[in-house]
C-alpha cells in the first residue's frame, strides 16, 4: 500500500475538503483525488461519496481514517528509529499576532535558525480569530494567538501570557505615577475593538465608574509606536515590546496604580500522525519563551 495514498486521504478526509488537502501537500487537487481513486481501488471500496457536492465520506471511509492515523503515525515511528538523518527538513505555514511578533517570535526563529539550518518559514501576521479560522481550514501549519481553537481536530496548548501596560512619551509623559484619572487627560491607543487590549482598557474604566477616555484603536503595534513617539497619546502595549524598543525610540512604561489583564496566548495546531515537527517546533519555542522571561525576571529590578 502507497503510503502517499494514505497521507492524501487522511488530510482529505481531516480538513473535509480536496481544495484544502491540496494544498497542505503541495500538490494538484486531480494528482490528490487520483491517489484516492488509486488507494479506493487496491482495497476495493469506496472512501468518499462523491454523488453530492458536499464532502462525506462513507462508512468504510469513516473506518479507514481510524487506520490511515495509526499507519501514518507507525510510518513517522519508523522514520524517527531506523532513519539515516537525525533531522528532517522542517518547512512550516505559522501564523502569529503582532503582540508575539513583536515580543519574542524574531528571536526564537533567530535560535531555530541556528539549531536546523534548513529551517523554511512562511509567516502570516494577523489578528486571532483569521489565524483560528486558518488553522481549523488547514492553511496554517501553528498560529500563535490570544484565542483558543475550539475545534475538536486543532489541538490549543496555552503560552505565557504578555504583560500588558501603558507606555508614553519618555518626555511628554514624565509624571511620577498615573492614576484613572490621570490617564483619561490622555487620548488612549490601544488594539482593534474587541480585541483583548481593547476589552481590558474599558474594563477598567467601567468597574472604576470613572468616564471613558477617548480611545483609538489600531491593529498596527509600529503604528501605535509612532504615535506614541509623536507625542499622539498613551498606548497599551504588551511589556516586552517596549522593553526591546525604548533604547531606539522614546518610549518608557508608566508606573500605573491600575494593572491590565495580561494578553493570553495560546497555540493550536493541527496533528499529523506523518510527523512530529509542527510538536517539535512548538516545544522549541516554549522552552524559549521560558528561558527568556526567566532572563527578564533576573534583569528586572525589585
Known amino acids: 500500500m502507497n503510503l502517499r495514498f494514505v497521507e492524501a486521504f487522511h488530510w482529505a478526509a ?20 487520483s491517489r484516492i481513486a488509486a488507494l479506493e481501488e487496491e482495497l476495493g471500496v469506496i472512501l468518499l461519496d462523491r454523488r453530492e457536492r458536499l464532502f462525506r465520506l462513507t462508512a468504510a471511509g469513516q473506518r479507514f481514517q481510524l487506520l490511515a492515523v495509526r499507519l501514518l503515525e507507525l510510518q513517522r515511528q519508523v ?7 537525525p533531522h528532517a527538513p522542517v518547512a ?16 526564537w526563529l533567530q535560535e531555530m535558525h541556528k539549531t536546523r539550518p534548513d529551517f523554511e518559514l512562511e509567516l502570516t501576521v494577523e489578528t486571532s480569530p483569521v489565524l483560528v479560522d486558518q488553522v ?18 486543532v489541538r490549543t496548548r496555552t503560552m505565557p501570557p504578555l504583560e500588558l501596560v501603558f507606555v508614553g512619551h519618555r518626555t511628554l509623559h514624565s509624571a511620577g505615577r498615573y492614576d484613572l484619572q490621570r490617564l483619561a487627560q490622555h487620548d488612549l491607543i490601544t488594539f482593534q475593538k474587541g480585541s ?14 470613572a468616564a471613558v477616555p477617548r480611545m483609538h484603536a489600531i491593529s498596527s503595534i509600529s503604528a501605535m509606536l509612532q504615535f506614541v513617539e509623536a507625542g ?20 518608557h512604561i508608566l508606573r500605573a496604580s491600575c494593572a491590565l489583564t495580561a494578553l493570553p496566548i495560546h497555540a493550536s495546531y493541527r496533528e499529523d500522525p506523518g510527523s512530529g515537527i509542527t510538536e517539535s ?7 524559549y519563551v521560558a ?12
Not at 488547514?138 to 481536530?153: E, H, I, K, R
Not at 499622539?232 to 518610549?251: D, E, K, N, Y
Not at 517546533?281 to 522552552?287: K, T
Not at 528561558?291 to 525589585?302: C, D, E, G, I, V
Open 14 to 33: 481531516s480538513l473535509k475538503s480536496i481544495t484544502r488537502a491540496a494544498e497542505k501537500l503541495h500538490i494538484t487537487q486531480s494528482a490528490l483525488s
Open 79 to 85: 522514520k524517527e528509529e531506523l532513519g539515516t538523518s
Open 92 to 107: 512550516l505555514r505559522i501564523g502569529a499576532i503582532e503582540s508575539v511578533v513583536h515580543s519574542w517570535l524574531t528571536g
Open 136 to 153: 481549523r481550514r488547514g492553511a496554517q501549519d501553528l498560529v500563535f494567538t490570544s484565542l483558543p481553537a475550539t475545534d475538536t481536530a
Open 196 to 209: 483583548h487590549p481593547h476589552q481590558s482598557l474599558l474594563q477598567l474604566f467601567q468597574e472604576s465608574g
Open 232 to 251: 499622539f497619546g498613551i498606548a497599551v502595549l504588551p511589556r516586552a515590546v517596549t522593553q526591546r524598543l525604548s533604547h531606539r525610540m522614546p518610549l
Open 281 to 287: 517546533v512548538l516545544e522549541s519555542a516554549q522552552a
Open 291 to 302: 528561558q527568556t522571561q526567566t532572563a527578564r525576571k533576573k534583569r528586572t529590578p525589585r
